[in-house]
């Protein structure tokens, strides 16, 4: 079975560029997420839907940072514009509301540089 | 607010040894999941264990087991048998009871990077 897919695994680009990272949830799974993890701040939680729609985005740092899940099978994290203190590994996990509590299945994450 | 802390940014440890890692936290929740997840080198997160704070008995997968101490806020990770897969950076987790409005929000620690050496 395919795990949680993401793309790009590596991103570089400039200030001030956009940047969009995707994730494909494992299907039938009907939570996904969102985290940043950085050396300084470790793993945060940034924003999580259920059956598509948000429920918490108390983590989104500011308004540059935007996530969308069209459906059920895809999600969106968009940073706009990127700025160097966004450089981190993005992760994204998914995990099946009848599934055990706390596993989330997580991707292999996508490393973004913004010089 | 809950924190977690783990006090160990690295270690190592023989083939076929033993070790443990450290985690504290802290909360004002009686009722909590604690976990530790793997992330090796490939950086995809995997979940370890798992102790659901109400079960006093420490839960334990083949050569993982942990040492769950409630009053003193201490979840520990004992790796026995170390291999060389069990390289990896772990972080332990914690997270809210659903009927307290736990909901998903898992609040990791900032990770120790295990080394298993030959």
């Known amino acids: 079975d395919a795990g949680v897919i993401q793309s790009p695994r590596h991103e570089v680009t400039e200030m001030g560029q956009e940047v969009t990272l995707r994730c494909k949830p494992i299907s039938g799974h009907d939570y996904l997420f969102w985290y940043r993890q950085t050396m300084m701040r470790g793993l945060e939680l940034l924003i999580y839907?259920?059956?598509?729609?948000?429920?918490?985005d108390s983590g989104m740092p500011e308004d540059r940072f935007s996530a969308k899940m069209p459906n059920a099978s895809f999600s969106t994290l968009k940073i706009q514009p990127s700025e160097p203190r966004d450089s981190a590994v993005y992760f994204c996990?998914?995990?099946?509301?009848?599934?055990?509590?706390?596993?989330?299945?997580f991707g292999e994450g996508s490393r973004l540089t913004v010089l | 607010a809950q924190t977690v802390t783990q006090s160990q940014p690295e270690m190592s440890v023989q083939e076929a040894e033993t070790v443990t890692l450290s985690c504290t936290y802290d909360?004002?929740?009686?009722?909590?999941?604690l976990f530790w997840y793997k992330q090796p080198p490939s950086r995809q997160m995997i979940l370890v264990i798992r102790q659901e704070a109400y079960k006093q008995q420490n839960a334990t997968e083949n050569r993982f087991s942990v040492n769950f101490q409630k009053a003193a806020k201490s979840f520990s990770l004992k790796i026995s048998d170390s291999q060389l897969g069990d390289t990896a950076m772990y972080f332990c987790a914690f997270m809210k009871h659903e009927l307290t409005g736990g909901g998903n929000k898992l609040t990791f620690g900032t990770g120790t990077q295990l080394k298993v050496e030959l």
């Open positions: 996990a998914s995990r099946m509301g009848t599934t055990v509590v706390g596993e989330l299945f």
């Open positions: 909360t004002s929740e009686s009722n909590y999941y």
């Open positions: 839907f259920n059956n598509n729609v948000p429920i918490d």
